[in-house]
């Protein structure tokens, strides 16, 4: 039998997953592993774990391995925490996996970026199951129906680690795969007094995300989260604007799907003005005031 | 205590690559070869231990043909103290190498098992999470801090909204991220030092193969050329004839 199950860290995700399960062209339903109710998206049913946080992937794996009898396809969107506790369930139950999969040609074969989305590789799987985590923005993304309350299953959560401590920053930005505005600062930034006052002041004045480079956050400018990029989070907004970026292969491979890019570099050079779909040669320092002054209005 | 840390052999990460004609594969004609920079990541971390801990003993484990030794004599030269070689030129995907590596694991019983977040040829990040459970060992993935004490290992881990904590108890597995240290450079008398020590070559003991099969390599479609402007109004005006803060 195929059907899907869409596995949701939290209700939102279960959004991005309507137009994934109609490229696949399955009959569907969606597991809440935390929230009670989700949004109109197509589901058979609508089921819930219970939990009131999530725990440690190890649980969250042998949880959604004892549903997985029914299903040909357990799917979510990719993120940290779906690869994490996804391609530990796919170990579980000894099936293929395949991450971050950007287009479904029917239900076992698959498109995805590899090295360091320089390349489009196109897989075809064997198995039942199939692990899949998917990008969102490959997909439609259909209005949601009224919200369905979900059936609570109570499933354990028990699971063998500790969590000492939690700590979350950013605020009350948008996520960064959510934002509709992102601009991105590289490592002449200088320090994380500068990074926040420049970029995330600007974020701030246009209701935007915050975004990095590796250099950014590996020389403590910007927090780890921020990082974009193909080891860090993949955007898809309608205006990425690149400030003090050079344009490296791996950065690249997180903005591609970005409507417009926008690079603002002192470097007439700089490879980041070979995607970008306007380039403004200029210091950013001087840039940005100006462009958030006007975007602002 | 012992530490098992699998290291992958990929395409050099700054190389420009392109899809083979046929769009059989990727090209590699003229591309380096280096370890993934997750593992030589997680190699640092176990040397790193070792300096606090001397009597940690470090394997380092890579699945490939006979050109990996590469490989494994960089992290020897790093400070690992012996390695392993499953030599084999059969496919492997991610499913067939966590039962090759698992059986490793079986024949070594190492307490923790160092290896990267992700492979930077085929960014899969699937490897050590399926071994992890196919061991039945608790994981901590995406390490930014890493510390032994009394059979558990307490580790930072990078999560999409920030950091959290964990405790794990040993044996475990943990994937590597970015920040966890940056990996030294090495020196002539390391790679002197690597020489001398043992690369167990091994047959496989599993069967390999691929589940997900590798249809095509192709380009990326390119974006469209884009265009310079010359001041902010200049940015503003396009912007807004794309119809945005318009
Ligand atoms: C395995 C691996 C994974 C990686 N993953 C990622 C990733 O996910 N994301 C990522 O971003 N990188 C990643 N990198 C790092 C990547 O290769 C680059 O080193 C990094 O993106 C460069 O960051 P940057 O553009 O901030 O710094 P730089 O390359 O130093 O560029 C700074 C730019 O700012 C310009 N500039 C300087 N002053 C000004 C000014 N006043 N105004 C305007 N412009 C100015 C300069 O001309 C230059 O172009 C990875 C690397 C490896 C090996
Ligand atoms: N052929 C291999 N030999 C040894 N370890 C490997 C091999 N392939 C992958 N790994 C390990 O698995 C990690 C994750 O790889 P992947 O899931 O393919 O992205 C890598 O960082 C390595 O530590």
């Known amino acids: 039998m195929s059907r899907l199950l869409l596995v949701a860290f939290d209700p939102t995700d279960a959004l991005g997953g309507a137009g994934f399960a109609g490229a696949l062209g399955l009959p569907f339903d969606v597991l809440l592993l935390t929230g009670q109710a989700a949004p109109g998206i197509g589901a058979e ?5 219970g939990w009131t946080e999530l725990p440690p992937s190890d649980a969250i794996a042998s949880a959604v391995a004892g549903l997985a009898g029914g299903y040909s396809h ?24 395949v991450t971050d999969v950007i287009a479904a040609e029917g239900p076992s ?11 489009i590789e196109t897989v075809a799987v064997d198995g039942n199951p199939i692990v899949l985590t998917f990008r969102p923005s490959g997909f439609s993304k259909p ?32 996520d960064l795969t959510q934002a509709k505005v992102i601009i991105s600062g590289g490592r002449p930034l200088k320090d994380a007094d ?22 950014a956050v590996d020389s403590g400018i910007a927090p780890n989260e921020l990082q974009v990029g193909q080891t860090g989070k993949i955007v898809a907004p309608d205006l990425y604007i690149a400030a ?23 470097d007439p050079d700089a490879p980041i003005f070979e995607i970008a779909d306007l380039g403004l040669v200029a210091d950013l320092y001087q840039a940005l005031p100006e462009l958030q002054e006007k975007l602002k209005k | 205590m012992k530490i098992l840390v699998a290291v992958k052999r ?14 059989s594969g990727i090209d590699t004609t003229n591309v380096k070869f280096d370890v993934n920079p997750f593992d030589e990541i997680a190699i640092e971390e176990a040397v790193r231990q070792k300096e606090k801990d001397p009597s940690i003993e470090i394997v ?34 991610p499913s067939s190498l966590s039962k090759e590596l698992e059986a490793v694991v079986r024949s070594e019983s190492p307490d923790v098992i160092l290896m990267g977040k992700q492979a930077t040829d085929g960014d899969n990040n699937q490897v050590g999470q399926m071994l992890a459970a196919r061991l039945g060992w608790p994981q901590a993935t995406f390490a930014c801090n890493v510390q032994f004490s009394g059979g558990k290992a307490t580790v930072s881990r990078e999560t999409d909204t920030g950091e959290e904590t964990l405790e794990l108890p040993l044996p475990a597995v943990i994937t590597t991220d970015l920040r966890l240290n940056e990996p030294r450079y090495i020196g002539i008398a390391g790679i002197v030092k690597a020489r001398s020590k043992p690369i167990d070559r091994r047959a496989p003991v599993t069967p390999g193969g691929t589940r997900v099969r590798s249809v095509k390599v192709e380009s990326v479609p390119a974006r469209a050329a884009g265009k310079k402007v010359a001041s902010v109004e200049e940015l503003m005006n396009e912007l807004s004839s794309r119809g945005v803060g318009a």
Not at chain 1, 74 to 97: C, I
């Open chain 1, 109 to 119: 074969q698959f498109k995805r970026p590899i090295v360091a989305g320089s390349l």
């Open chain 1, 45 to 49: 049913k609508v089921l819930a774990t």
């Open chain 1, 143 to 174: 209005a949601p129906g009224a919200e369905v309350a979900a059936d609570n299953l109570n499933l354990p959560g028990t699971s063998a680690v500790t969590r000492v401590s939690v700590s979350s920053r950013g605020g009350a930005r948008p």
């Open chain 1, 74 to 97: 357990l799917a979510s969107v990719s993120a940290m925490r779906s690869k994490d506790a996804l391609a530990r369930l796919a170990g579980h139950l000894d099936a293929p996996m």
């Open chain 2, 60 to 93: 380092a484990v890579t699945i490939g043909g006979s050109e990996c030794t590469e490989q494994l004599q960089k992290a020897l030269a790093m400070g690992a103290d012996r390695a392993i070689l499953v030599e084999t030129d059969q496919a492997y995907d």
């Open chain 1, 244 to 266: 003090g970026v050079s344009g490296s292969t791996q950065h690249m491979a997180g903005i591609k799907d970005s409507k417009i890019i926008v690079a603002i570099n002192t």
């Open chain 2, 10 to 23: 990929v395409i050099d990460p700054y190389a420009k690559v392109g899809p083979l004609a046929d769009g």
């Open chain 1, 194 to 215: 500068t990074f926040e006052r420049v970029i995330g002041g600007f974020a701030d004045a246009v209701g935007g995300a915050a975004g990095a480079t590796r250099a």
